[in-house]
């Protein structure tokens, strides 16, 4: 049978150094058809000129997009699905560029996704690069108010976290997606921008049918810091507002959505303002403020801030 093509998508905004160890990590892989889409996001530095500059010592095949201005995480990926589609290519897999991967990370999404025609989506085991035997991402669950619940997350990695496992959600940070789950339900939605995206992905394809797993045969390294990402003011802007649409997108009512807004969102920034506990934290509660605001008035896509 001949082995199913995929198009690894990787999207790089003002960090070439990522970018190039992640791109050195994959001319390591063992999977014999793959292919790279590398678009730059509008990046502001001297990402294009280094990226350029490598990819001819590559051993396998790059295509180089630049996108004029940076579209967020979910439309610059969608620039590059879009052109993986045109190739025919059999799966996509977004990669985030700050990530490195094991040579064999792509067979085992690969084998279970073609093991059942009704599998749309599969994800890896994805442990911290500065911690490599701590678990980043494990697959995920979502919560009736809509919060995603990551699995695994901060844990050492345990027996436990070494079987196959159903889940709502696998993270972003790497995917891979059948062709037809893509033409069935669509690309990303733009108007997250950014986070909360694959989740309304994952949902989506369940809701066409098709169910999402986690696969720890499959093994990456993420370079990220949690905490520092929680104390981010856009952070917590774009996970305020983009879990409410994420609501909305899941059919919950307006006055659902309110009513959410008040248990959930008003009660945290009370518990901010009130508890000693949360001082750390305190200064980011007018970004859950405006991400409500801007939820209400219907503004999506890039932030306006």
């Not at 990819?55 to 620039?79: C, H, K």
């Not at 939605?189 to 045969?217: H, L, N």
């Not at 990402?229 to 994420?246: A, C, D, G, H, V």
Request: glycine share 6%; hydrophobic share 40%; with cysteine.
């Amino acid at each position: 049978m001949k082995t199913p093509q995929v198009s690894i998508i990787i999207l790089n905004w003002n960090n070439p150094d990522y970018t190039i160890n992640c791109l050195h990590s994959l001319g390591k892989l063992t999977y014999p058809n793959y292919d790279v889409i590398l678009l730059d996001n509008g990046s502001e530095d001297d990402s294009v000129q280094k990226l350029q500059a490598i990819l001819l010592g590559l051993n396998y095949p790059v295509e180089f997009i630049t996108n004029s201005r940076n579209l967020g995480f979910a439309e610059g990926n969608n620039v590059g699905i879009r052109h993986a589609l045109e190739r025919n290519a059999d799966y996509v897999l977004l990669l985030n560029n700050d990530t490195e991967v094991a040579s064999d990370f792509i067979e085992p999404l690969v084998q279970m996704a073609q093991s059942d025609y009704r599998i749309g989506i599969t994800g890896p085991k994805i442990y911290y690069f500065d911690s490599p035997t701590r678990i980043w991402s494990a697959g995920g669950l979502i919560t009736e108010s809509g919060w995603t619940q990551q699995l695994g997350v901060n844990a050492v990695d345990s027996p436990e976290y070494d079987y196959l496992k159903r889940v709502d959600y696998v993270s972003g940070c790497a995917m891979l997606v059948k062709r037809e789950v893509i033409e069935k339900i669509g690309m990303l939605d733009p108007r997250f921008f950014a986070y909360y995206e694959e989740t309304d992905w994952c949902a989506r394809a369940a809701k066409a049918g098709y169910s999402i797993w986690y696969v720890p045969q499959s093994i990456i390294w993420h370079k990220i810091s949690l905490e520092a990402r929680e104390q981010s003011p856009l952070y917590i802007y774009l996970m305020t507002r983009n879990r409410l649409l994420f609501l909305r997108n899941r059919g919950a009512s307006n006055l659902r959505v309110l009513l959410n807004m008040v248990l959930v969102d008003l009660r945290t920034i009370v518990a901010w303002t009130i508890w000693k506990r949360y001082q750390s934290v305190r200064p980011l509660r007018q970004w859950r403020l405006i991400g409500m605001w801007h939820f209400l008035q219907g503004k999506f896509g890039e932030p306006d801030l």
